[in-house]
């Protein structure tokens, strides 16, 4: 199956994404800085839009030097979250925070002339 | 709306979700399975609806007049709040600050007739491939704390009046169970008695958030009732952060674990060690949305002690995880991390004959029907029997023909009757 275009790089602002229906499949995109990541709109728990959710902070929690909770914190990174049940995922790796084997499935993503192409290997 | 009919080749951009979705749309990728669902029977024993939309309906059909000024006089203050209940909505953390957007407000566009919440039900039930749900209210989980025993039972004559008499009319696939308000066992009474011969009606619900011994003398008089009229008691589980022992967690995520079982766990625990069973022989009971771990947990914590202490339970004459065996457990949230222990909880409860579905839709841990179907370890006929054929007997619900399985080859009628379950038009 040929690459499939997409949409346009520019379209997806950073640190959002888009999800695209093609062929069959859904696929979210997801931009952080210059680079694009893709998963499989389907989340692993129950088959839910995933991609479809919205993208929040990943939440940790500050310990003072000696272990005493200090209260929750944003971390930096960024998660995707199922809107069906709220698991929640790395937008980069696609992993579960607490889970490595619960993991989205990612979709080869490349950009050309500044379009976004999918390649789907089945 | 997306297009999955659309040429192959087309590409699309699929919305993100949001408050103001379609229930279709949000559920679109659970009608990939309902559609292998269609000669299964599957009745939801454990939906809900938001009532609080629907406020000022509910309170309209309360009989006293001066409970429904009361409560309507709450309509002009800001926000309009739900008058006279006891919900606590700064806290209520279940959408996660917003992660589950159908869990903060089904905002999408429905007709206004019959009525918006029936339209979002038949919805839900469509999308999923629903022949019945079991209709629930969602913040009225929480009456049973209310400190006003009059309050209780007067909000919750007018939701069964709301429900049973204007909404369910507008679709039979509806049912209920009677919202019974525990504080005040007179008034549980005056509605077992009303809705004991309404058909829409499968049973009586006890919301179990509440500090009420159900085996206290006072309730005796209501549960032979519910015994004659052969509808089931249940026990509809909930949360209640404001316990003395749950304030000792920190999240939502710690009590809320917690909480559904606890209730669950006191009531079970005093119901058989009480002799309830034995006064009360016919009387058939549901436990609901306390998940199912927790079942064989007190089965042999319950055993386990009865064998030293038997003379503290001196109405019992079998064990009591054989009376807990014969009692109905609805599936919802089911824990399936571990599929061994799952495995051996079904044969624990005898799962084949006595567990029903439930989704507790529209809620933020929602089951689908593929949470059974997808069990490796059921067969065809146990996956049938869990969705809809064990609540068809509970409840005697019409089975359509088509909907009875092939576990039972010959005649139709021959199968039925193998199964214990009523066609359709006999």
């Known amino acids: 199956m040929p690459d499939i275009r997409v949409g346009k790089f520019d379209d997806i602002a950073d640190g959002d994404h888009k999800i695209y229906a093609t062929n069959g499949r859904e696929v979210g995109v997801f931009r952080v800085g210059q680079n694009l990541h893709a998963w499989e709109n389907h989340c692993p728990h129950a088959g839910g839009p995933i991609c479809q959710g919205k993208i929040f902070g990943q939440v940790g929690e500050v310990l003072s030097p000696g272990k005493e909770s200090r209260g929750l914190c944003y971390t930096g990174r960024k998660h995707i979250v199922c809107p069906w049940h709220g698991f929640e995922f790395d937008i980069e790796t696609g992993k579960h925070p607490g889970d490595a084997h619960t993991r989205l499935r990612g979709i080869p993503v490349s950009v050309k002339d500044g379009d976004i192409y999918l390649t789907f290997n089945r | 709306m997306d297009d999955r009919a659309a040429p192959q080749s087309a590409v699309f951009e699929l919305p993100k979700v949001d408050v103001m979705m379609d229930t279709r749309d949000l559920l679109a990728h659970a009608k990939k399975d309902t ?3 269609q000669d299964y029977f599957v009745v939801d024993a454990d939906g809900h609806i938001s009532e609080f939309p629907f406020w000022q309906d509910i309170i309209s059909r309360m009989d006293n007049d001066v409970y429904r000024d009361m409560a309507r006089s709450f309509k002009d203050r800001p926000g309009s709040p739900p008058g006279l209940h006891n919900a606590v909505p700064g806290m209520l953390y279940q959408d996660m600050f917003g992660r589950i957007p159908h869990q903060q407000r089904q ?23 629903l022949d019945y749900m079991v209709v629930l209210p969602t913040p009225m989980l929480v009456l049973g704390m209310h400190p006003q025993a009059e309050i209780e039972a007067a909000i919750g004559q007018a939701f069964n009046a709301w429900m049973v008499e204007d909404m369910i009319p507008h679709e039979p696939r509806m049912k209920n169970f009677i919202y019974l308000p525990f504080n005040d066992p007179d008034a549980c009474l005056k509605e077992v008695e009303k809705y004991a011969a309404n058909p829409a009606v499968l049973g009586y619900m006890v919301t179990s958030t509440r500090y009420r011994a159900v085996h206290h003398d006072a309730y005796m008089k209501v549960y032979a009732a519910i015994e004659a009229s052969g509808k089931p008691i249940t026990f509809h589980s909930g949360f209640h952060w404001g316990d003395e022992s749950m304030k000792q967690c920190n999240r939502f995520l710690s009590m809320h674990a917690i909480s559904f079982v606890y209730f669950n766990i006191i009531h079970m625990t005093n119901w058989i060690v009480n002799g309830i069973p034995e006064r009360f022989p016919k009387m058939k009971v549901i436990w609901i949305e306390s998940g199912l771990a927790w079942v064989p947990f007190i089965m042999q914590r319950l055993d386990s002690e009865y064998m030293m202490r038997t003379s503290e339970a001196p109405l019992l004459k079998r064990k009591p995880s054989e009376y807990m065996r014969e009692m109905y457990y609805t599936s919802q949230p ?30 933020w841990d929602f089951d689908l029907p593929s949470s059974i179907t997808q069990l490796p370890f059921l067969n065809e006929q146990q996956k049938r029997n869990i969705l809809g ?13 088509h909907k009875l399985g092939k576990a039972n080859p010959g005649p139709v009628g021959a199968a039925a009757a193998a199964q214990g379950v009523r066609l359709v038009g006999e």
């Open chain 2, 35 to 37: 559609e292998k669902l």
């Open chain 2, 107 to 129: 905002g999408e566009d429905a007709p206004a007739q019959p009525h918006k919440m029936v339209t979002l039900t038949q919805r839900a039930m469509d999308t999923m491939g």
């Open chain 2, 334 to 363: 089911m824990e399936r991390d571990n599929l061994e222990l799952l495995e051996s909880t079904f044969k624990a409860i005898n799962a084949e004959t006595q567990l029903l579905y439930a989704s507790d839709w529209p809620h």
């Open chain 2, 389 to 401: 054929l064990n609540a068809a007997k509970l409840f005697n619900l019409e089975v359509p023909k």
